[in-house]
C-alpha cells in the first residue's frame, strides 16, 4: 500500500526544508511512500473583470502555470527522482490552505508538510496560510522551520 505525503511549495527557501523533512519521513516509512509536490498560485475566483480583463487573466494564470512547473517544480521532481524518491507534480489556483486539504483528502494522504515564513508577528510564527491550513486540514500538518 503506497503511503502519500503532500509537501506544499512556494518557491522559498521554506519549501526547501519541506522537502529535506518530506525525504526523512520518506525514508523512515519506506518505498512504497510518494511525495507529492504541490505549488499552489493564489488565485481568487470572486473577482470582478471586463471581459478583456478576464482573456488577460487567464493567460496570466496559464503563465503562472508554466512557471510554476518550469522554475520550482521539475527542479525538485528530477533531484528527488536521482535520488531514488517516487514523486510527483501538481499546480493549482486558489486559496492554498484550502487546495493542500483537498488534495489530501483526494489522495488519501497521510501528512501534509509546509515550510514556515512569513513577516507580521503572526505569520512569523505560523505564516497566514499555514494558520489557516492547521485549521482546515483533515490530516497532519508538519511545520518546518
Known sequence: MTTSLIVGLDGTPG???AIA??????????PETNIILCYVVEWSPYSFNTPEENAQR?????????LARERVLAPAITELEKEGYQVE???RHGDAAEILSLLAR??????????????SVRSRIFGSVTAHLIQEASVPVTVVP
Not at 21 to 30: E, F, N, Y
Not at 58 to 66: D, L, P, V
Open 106 to 119: 483526494e489522495v488519501n494522504a497521510e501528512l501534509i508538510i509546509v515550510g514556515r515564513k512569513g513577516e
Open 58 to 66: 487567464a493567460g496570466r494564470r496559464e503563465s503562472e502555470i508554466k
Open 15 to 17: 519549501g526547501d526544508s
Open 21 to 30: 523533512h518530506a525525504k526523512r519521513v520518506a525514508t523512515l516509512i519506506g
Open 89 to 91: 507534480g501538481r499546480v
